[in-house]
């Protein structure tokens, strides 16, 4: 059906809501990234909402540093032979996002579509380790941002 959403999203809450955008936004910046990913098969993903701590011990326990960062993601393994429209789930430190948007001198809500679509790109295979990859996956971002209205983020 034309208009039809491909994207399933699951949204859960480990720290308070205050402040932290709507889930119609959480699925306009999911829906904006696969599009711009160019993605036309059915997606599901969770995107979990985490205060400091949780942000922290994820950071901690999947990539060896003690801190929480702003955005985690973590793509589904499935095993061989297996066709299901898992992408993964994504984490995303709520105040970890305010303080960089107040650093960094941003509109909250851009930092967090900045998150939210980084943290889809990374499900989809996009990663920025490599200078080559960092380049392409950061002109992916801003195309998708600026079709969200939001300014470049670099």
């Given amino acids: 059906m034309a208009g039809e959403s491909l994207a399933t999203l699951h949204l859960s ?21 696969l599009a711009g990913a160019r993605r036309r098969r059915p997606a599901e993903l969770s ?12 950071n901690r326990t999947y990539r060896d540093k003690d801190y929480a ?10 095993p061989p032979g297996v066709r299901l429209p898992l992408l993964g789930d994504i984490a995303i430190c709520a105040p970890v996002v305010r303080r960089e948007a107040a650093e960094q001198g941003k509109l909250v809500a851009h930092h967090w579509a900045h998150l939210t679509v980084h943290g889809v790109l990374h499900l ?10 960092a380049t392409r996956m ?15 983020p670099y």
């Avoid at 400091?52 to 011990?57: F, Q, S, V």
């Avoid at 989809?124 to 990859?133: R, S």
């Fill in 13 to 33: 809450y480990g720290t308070p809501r205050a402040g932290v955008p709507s889930p119609v936004s959480f699925r306009r910046w999911v829906e904006a990234a």
């Fill in 47 to 58: 995107v979990r909402i985490v205060g400091t701590r949780e942000g922290r011990m994820l």
């Fill in 69 to 78: 960062t702003n955005v985690l993601s973590f793509p589904v393994e499935l």
């Fill in 124 to 133: 989809l295979g996009y990663d920025h380790i490599e200078e080559a990859e």
């Fill in 138 to 152: 950061e002109a992916m971002e801003t195309r998708i941002l600026k079709g969200l209205g939001v300014p470049d």
